[in-house]
T-cell receptor, first 114, second 112 residues
Framework: NAGVTQTPKFQVLKTGQSMTLQCAQD?????MYWYRQDPGMGLRLIYY???????DKGEVPNGYNVSRLNKREFSLRLESAAPSQTSVYFC?????????????FGDGTRLSIL | AQSVTQLDSHVSVSEGTPVLLRCNYS??????LFWYVQHPNKGLQLLLK??????LVKGINGFEAEFKKSETSFHLTKPSAHMSDAAEYFCVGRGGTYKYIFGTGTRLKVLA
């Protein structure tokens, strides 16, 4: 059972380049999330998807777009990367949306933007 | 406003001594609280969760936490630290529909 799988694990980009971070879960979860983790700031929500076909902004959505491709997959796109987007990105999934179920996390994508 | 506060950014203990990682919360929702551990270059792994059943919650690897409504606390404890416990720990609370509130993390160092 793979859980939540993120690709790639590492990436270096130049300012202005674009890229898509991929996430897939095999737990039949309805809800999926993208977070960024920066030192001393915990995890901050970028976007989430309550169910297939829906997406909503989180705390720090500027500069990002997302696609819920199907129930399993939720991708995050940086259209024009900026150095401020250097971070570790985590995808997570869970059942439902009441906030009383734990999230399951992938191992992250470490992104550096030069 | 909802908030989760981890009171210590760094904690150092000697191997074999007790661990205490402190977390306070504030929420207008009926609380659901979680502790996660993050090892280097890994994602967050669930240690335990509180969702209004027993106030003393036992988790994996010998960790446990007690929900104290009067103190708005959910501290994580372990009787005897092991070297493999060295990691970063996150307290997470329910922030509303589809929302979770993350503490800023406590880095645990275990000294030989």
């Amino acid at each position: 059972n793979a859980g939540v799988t993120q690709t790639p694990k590492f990436q270096v980009l130049k300012t202005g380049q674009s890229m898509t971070l991929q996430c897939a879960q095999d737990m039949n979860h309805n809800s999926m999330y993208w977070y960024r983790q920066d030192p001393g700031m915990g995890l901050r929500l970028i976007y989430y998807s309550a169910s297939e076909g829906t997406t909503d902004k989180g705390e720090v959505p500027n500069g990002y777009n997302v696609s819920r491709l199907n129930k399993r997959e939720f991708s995050l796109r940086l259209e024009s990367a900026a150095p401020s987007q250097t971070s570790v990105y985590f995808c997570a999934s869970t059942y439902g949306g009441a906030g009383n179920q734990p999230q399951h996390f992938g191992d992250g994508t470490r992104l550096s933007i030069l | 406003a909802q908030s989760v506060t981890q009171l210590d950014s760094h904690v150092s203990v000697s191997e074999g001594t007790p661990v205490l990682l402190r977390c306070n919360y504030s929420s207008s929702y009926s609380p659901s609280l979680f502790w996660y551990v993050q090892h280097p270059n890994k994602g967050l792994q669930l240690l335990l969760k509180y969702t209004s059943a027993a106030t003393l919650v036992k988790g994996i690897n010998g960790f446990e936490a007690e929900f104290k409504k009067s103190e708005t606390s959910f501290h994580l404890t372990k009787p005897s630290a092991h070297m493999s416990d060295a990691a970063e720990y996150f307290c997470v609370g329910r922030g509303g529909t589809y929302k979770y509130i993350f503490g800023t993390g406590t880095r645990l160092k275990v000294l030989a």
